[in-house]
Nanobody, 115 residues
Framework: QVELVESGGGLVQAGGSLRLSCAPS????????MGWYRQAPGKQRELVAT???????NYADSVKGRFTISRDNAKNTTYLQMNSLKPEDTAIYYC?????????WGQGTQVTVSS
């Protein structure tokens, strides 16, 4: 059973930066879109950013200009560079991979931004 392994979360002060990484524990055939979602306490999970195999990106309005998503197709890895973090960015961040046969979710990594 292939899993997505996320890393890079933690505690940071407002204005700081974090970089999240996500890679599968094994081989996944036909990866198409990779993305990051987040869920804050008491709120629904929401899209943060996605990136296609060709590099096309999509961002939530709330993170545009502050977050950058990227991917390494050779390693099937996606990254989320988060700058100018705000307390409202505090959430569990989940990696998502849309592949040819199924959709995968990571276990989540906690990001906490203190004011």
């Amino acid at each position: 059973q292939v899993e997505l392994v996320e890393s890079g979360g933690g505690l940071v002060q407002a204005g700081g930066s974090l970089r999240l990484s996500c890679a599968p524990s094994g081989s996944i055939f036909g990866i198409r879109v990779m993305g990051w979602y987040r869920q804050a306490p008491g709120k629904q999970r929401e899209l943060v950013a996605t990136i296609t195999r060709g590099g096309g990106t999509n961002y939530a309005d709330s993170v545009k200009g502050r977050f950058t998503i990227s991917r390494d197709n050779a390693k099937n890895t996606t990254y989320l560079q988060m700058n100018s973090l705000k307390p409202e960015d505090t959430a569990i961040y989940y990696c998502n991979v849309d592949a040819a046969w199924r959709n995968y979710w990571g276990q989540g990594t906690q990001v906490t931004v203190s004011s």
